[in-house]
Nanobody
Framework: VQLQASGGGLVQAGGSLRLSCTASGRTVSQYQMAWFRQAPDKEREFVSAITRSRYTYYSDSVKGRFTISRDNTKNTVYLQMDSLNPEDTAIYYC???????????????????WGQGTQVTVSS
């Protein structure tokens, strides 16, 4: 499956953005989907995941502010990001795996399909 992430941009603190991850080649309904991010000089970190059954998972740093969802009819996964702060500045990557198990959803090496990333910059 090929993944295309979009929706990043520059936003002021307190603002919102919605990221999209559109799949081609396979239907996203077959995959566990996730968002990761990587800030400058930092390791890539888990942000959120949604299973085929639509169970959702969030990192503590975004819980209550971000919402992940999937629209299988559009072959797209979304990340609605509200109450953004400068610490959310990063490149955001979507990822997919048909095999990752629940206990590994937060581990980036468990995913074998990655999008190209979209830059999110939050100004203070």
């Amino acid at each position: 499956v090929q993944l295309q992430a979009s929706g990043g941009g520059l936003v002021q603190a307190g603002g919102s953005l919605r990221l999209s991850c559109t799949a081609s080649g396979r239907t996203v309904s077959q995959y566990q989907m996730a968002w990761f991010r990587q800030a400058p000089d930092k390791e890539r970190e888990f942000v959120s995941a949604i299973t085929r059954s639509r169970y959702t998972y969030y990192s503590d740093s975004v819980k209550g502010r971000f919402t992940i969802s999937r629209d299988n009819t559009k072959n797209t996964v979304y990340l609605q990001m509200d109450s953004l702060n400068p610490e959310d500045t990063a490149i955001y990557y979507c990822a997919a795996s048909a095999r990752v198990i629940t206990s590994s959803l937060r581990i980036d090496t468990a995913y074998d399909n990655w999008g190209q990333g979209t830059q999110v910059t939050v100004s203070s």
